[in-house]
């Protein structure tokens, strides 16, 4: 009898801890093989804000053919860029300070907080034909940091050299969904001017390819939940435990009551 009790009792915790296939899966209603669906998608514009950092060049060809940046000298160490990683960022960048503007060399302040990275470019270059002649400005954000938490497996903060990055792309520089991570419910931390924004994914669904947080900005953080299968596992050994207590105090009761009826 007891040996019954235990096979069963391990039969329904197995079971409850199963996972199915069908929650291992990305986009699980897409259309079958061979079918094919369209997503509206719609990139989001970043707006530059205080603490980005940003890559400026302004070139020109001078009159011996060669190409010269008027900016290199800021960003310039024994004839090398230093620019590469984000300590090189940090140095050799134009940050963005808390009144928005940045602050290039002969050209002076200039605010570009609130702007997206097209008009910032516009308006460096107009800017930069104020004093040089026939230059072209080139205007990169370096600070493009992202955060994966969470059930994933390499959780941490990376940086996207990219202009545009997906949740998608994010949790697979993450590593994936670990194996108790929940890719139904996923969660965008997004900051913002005013506050912050949040938004609720879910990975097996299509409807995120339409979602306004498929595409990140810089400064999200995306948090993998976990299933309810690892609360239950981690507390699988404390079951057993007491379950096998129980079952041992039981059957030693029953011994006794039919010892002493004896």
Request: net charge positive.
């Amino acid at each position: 009898m007891k040996q019954i009790l235990l096979i069963l009792t391990a039969a329904l915790l197995l079971a409850s801890g199963c996972t199915s296939q069908k929650k291992l899966a990305y986009l699980n209603n897409l259309p079958e093989a061979n079918g094919e669906e369209t997503f509206t998608m719609e990139i989001p514009d970043y707006k530059i804000q205080p603490r980005d950092i940003l890559y400026i060049t302004v070139k020109a060809m001078m009159p011996d053919g060669t190409i010269n940046d008027f900016l290199i000298s800021a960003r310039n160490a024994g004839g090398i860029y230093i620019t590469q990683g984000e300590s090189g960022g940090y140095l050799y960048g134009y940050d963005v300070n808390p009144e928005g503007n940045i602050v290039l060399p002969a050209v002076g302040p200039i605010k570009v907080g609130g702007l997206t990275l097209d008009e910032t470019r516009k308006l460096l270059q107009a800017s930069a034909d104020k004093v040089f002649k026939n230059s072209t400005v080139e205007c990169k954000l370096l600070s493009f940091k992202f955060t994966v938490i969470g059930e994933v497996k390499a959780p941490g903060s990376y940086i996207n050299y990219n202009n545009y990055l997906t949740v998608l792309e994010a949790i697979g520089r993450a590593g994936g969904v670990g194996e108790y991570g929940n890719r139904s419910k996923v969660l965008v931390v997004r900051p913002m001017d005013k506050g912050t924004k949040t938004f609720r994914l879910d990975l097996q669904d299509k409807k995120i390819l339409s979602s306004e947080a498929y595409f990140l900005l810089p400064n999200d953080v995306v948090i993998v939940e976990p299933l309810k299968q690892k609360i239950f596992n981690m507390n699988l050994p404390a079951f057993s435990f007491i379950l096998t207590s129980s079952l041992s105090t039981i059957t030693t009761t029953i011994l006794l009551i039919n010892y002493l009826k004896k």
